[in-house]
């Protein structure tokens, strides 16, 4: 599974940013849970947002009403719409598939929130 994640960039405080993550190859009818990971500079990567093939979500405490997660599986994609942020909500984004046991990741996208 190649996974494209594109949507970062620099925001404002209060700011809104949208995140897509496409998933593609040959293993990519195996995926149930999609999602989003972040790694902020100096700290461990940490999840941010998940949601499964039937749309069951499951968000990190810190975002829970201001992102979020949805997926179109027809075009395998997930997004993460990510309102109200903040300067703590900084870092690099990584998106993340499981394909049965396997877990892929994607390559990083930098969110900024800075004045």
């Known amino acids: 599974v190649q996974l494209q994640a594109s949507g970062g960039g620099l925001v404002q405080p209060g700011g809104s940013l949208r995140l897509s993550c496409a998933a593609s190859g040959r293993s990519i009818f195996s995926i149930n849970i999609m999602g989003w990971y972040r790694q902020a500079p100096g700290k461990q990567r940490e999840l941010v947002a998940t949601?499964?093939?039937?749309?069951?979500?499951n968000y990190a405490d810190s975002v829970k009403g201001r992102f979020t997660i949805s997926r179109d599986n027809a075009k395998n994609t997930a997004y993460l719409q990510m309102t109200s942020l903040k300067p703590e909500d900084t870092a690099v984004y990584y998106c993340?598939?499981?394909?049965?046991?396997?877990?892929?990741w994607g390559k990083g996208t930098q969110v900024t929130v800075s004045s």
């Open positions: 993340n598939v499981k394909a049965g046991p396997i877990a892929y």
């Open positions: 949601i499964t093939t039937g749309g069951s979500t």
